[in-house]
């Protein structure tokens, strides 16, 4: 019986971080928050989680999902991301 093995180029990624409805900005310098933000406003995002700092160096936790298990899967979504980056 012979098997067939697709070939690297042909093989879609249907989820995680190389799948083709996933988009990332790489890490490495310092990007302005107003950039970050018109970015994501320009890819006309439906639903948006934002963690950050304010001038008073507050936490601020912001989230448009009404279902906070939604907003804990995008977090943990992100966080594995940022993880891989800095191995």
């Known amino acids: 019986m012979k098997t067939s093995i ?3 180029h042909s093989i879609k990624w249907k989820n995680g971080q ?3 409805n996933v988009h990332t900005i790489n890490f490495g310098q ?4 107003i950039n970050v933000l018109q970015g994501a406003a320009e ?3 439906k639903a948006v989680c934002v963690i950050g ?3 008073n160096n507050q936490e601020y936790i912001a989230c ?3 279902n906070p298990k939604e ?3 995008l977090f943990g979504r992100g966080q594995l991301f940022m ?3 800095a191995d």
Do not use: F, G, I
């Open 6 to 8: 697709p070939k690297l």
């Open 18 to 20: 190389l799948a083709e």
């Open 30 to 33: 310092d990007t302005p928050v």
């Open 43 to 45: 890819e006309m995002l």
């Open 53 to 55: 700092y304010d001038s």
């Open 64 to 66: 448009s999902y009404s």
């Open 71 to 73: 907003a804990a899967y």
């Open 83 to 85: 993880l891989r980056q």
